[in-house]
């Protein structure tokens, strides 16, 4: 369980060998989202692996170097390989010896898919079909960070809209959805301000609990993505 009561009834927690997709248009708190989940869950229910490619491990890490978090288990490994699932399996199956990790993270997709541009489908369904053996065999939660098509003013991101290919949809468990609501719903484009801080969390797949479309309400607190 994630500790997130409305998430947890709506997913009905996570299990082993599940693979979850947090997916949002670029700053809209999807990676916040993700920390906080992963955070979470190393507090209350599994160490957690973490690879995240978009920022050094320092950078990484001092969100969770409060006193408050000094009982969360997370592990960074000190370097980064791109594009070798190979090496992710190696590293959770270390972790997973070594420290009894249960949950993986990985920030984000694009960064571990072989980035031949000819093949992208391919080669994205492949990755993805990789992830949830992994969950499997190494009975692990993987939770994938996965990009947004870019999309117009007023359309609203959603499983459909997950890019380069529909595998990534398809092969998950679970698909969420974050993106920010603005200060005032009238506004448009450049003019929104978001100082708030809210965000809707949309539940667009559950496949076992088979939730569809539920949306639940949060609101950014401090580094955290927290539900209202």
Not at 134 to 150: G, P, Y
Request: hydrophobic fraction near 35%.
């Amino acid at each position: 369980m994630s500790g997130m009561d409305e998430l947890d009834d709506a997913l009905g927690g996570f299990q082993t060998g599940e693979l979850v997709v947090i997916s949002g248009v670029t700053g809209n708190g999807k990676t916040l989202f993700a920390k906080t989940l992963v955070r979470n869950l190393s507090l209350l229910s599994a160490p957690c692996a973490c690879f995240s490619y978009e920022v050094s491990t320092e950078e990484f890490l001092k969100y969770f170097k409060s006193s408050r978090y000094d009982d969360a288990k997370m592990f960074v490994t000190q370097e980064m390989k791109v594009g070798m699932m190979k090496w992710i399996y190696d590293r959770v199956h270390e972790s997973k010896l070594k420290y009894g990790t249960n949950v993986v993270l990985i920030d984000h997709l694009h960064y571990i898919v072989d980035m031949d541009t000819d093949k992208m489908t391919i080669n994205v369904g492949a990755c993805m079909r990789r992830l949830k053996q992994l969950a499997v065999e190494l009975n692990q939660v993987v939770i994938i960070v996965a990009h947004q098509e870019k999309l117009k003013d007023d359309k609203e991101p959603g499983i459909e809209t997950l890019r380069d290919s529909s595998f990534v949809g398809q092969e998950a468990d679970d698909v969420i959805i974050v993106h920010r609501v603005p200060d005032d719903p009238s506004q448009k484009g450049n003019n929104r301000t978001y100082e708030d801080g809210f965000a809707v969390v949309k539940i667009d797949k559950a496949r076992r609990k088979g939730t569809y479309k539920r949306r639940l309400t949060f609101q950014k607190k401090g580094d955290w993505l927290e539900p209202v």
